[in-house]
């Protein structure tokens, strides 16, 4: 069974910075690329950041390209995403998601099937 558990959400102010954090267990960890989508309320899960299975190559939403830094620690088997000059509108539910594929680096349907169970992000005004 994969296991994905996120942690590093909170409250922030407009502006300021998160670092949040994706351990994974249970699976291959650096065969696959990783993930991370946010979901407001009401609204569809939206696609925010990927990574390739090395590291190597990242691929971001336009929304948050040259704000947030997705990377991974293969070693550790975790991931990550810095989040920095945070915005209102940035408020959601991160999830940590992993693909069955290697490559894959933007919301392609069917590519991503493995889910953690979310970290509340809440930034502040």
């Known amino acids: 069974q994969v296991q994905l558990v996120e942690s590093g959400g909170g409250l922030v102010q407009a502006g300021g910075s998160l670092r949040l954090s994706c351990a994974a267990s249970?699976?291959?960890?650096?065969?696959?690329?990783m993930g991370w989508f946010r979901q407001a309320p009401g609204k569809e899960r939206e696609f925010v950041a990927a990574?390739?299975?090395?590291?190597?190559?990242?691929g971001y939403a336009d929304s948050v390209k040259g704000r947030f830094t997705i990377s991974r620690d293969n070693a550790k088997a975790t991931v990550y995403l810095q989040m920095n000059s945070l915005k209102p509108e940035d408020t959601a539910v991160y999830y940590c998601?992993?693909?069955?594929?290697?490559?894959?680096?933007?919301?392609?349907?069917?590519?991503?099937?493995?889910w953690g169970q979310g970290t509340q992000v809440t930034v502040s005004s």
């Open positions: 998601a992993g693909s069955s594929l290697s490559n894959i680096l933007d919301e392609t349907s069917g590519g991503w099937v493995y």
């Open positions: 249970g699976r291959t960890f650096s065969n696959n690329a």
């Open positions: 990574i390739n299975w090395s590291g190597r190559r990242t």
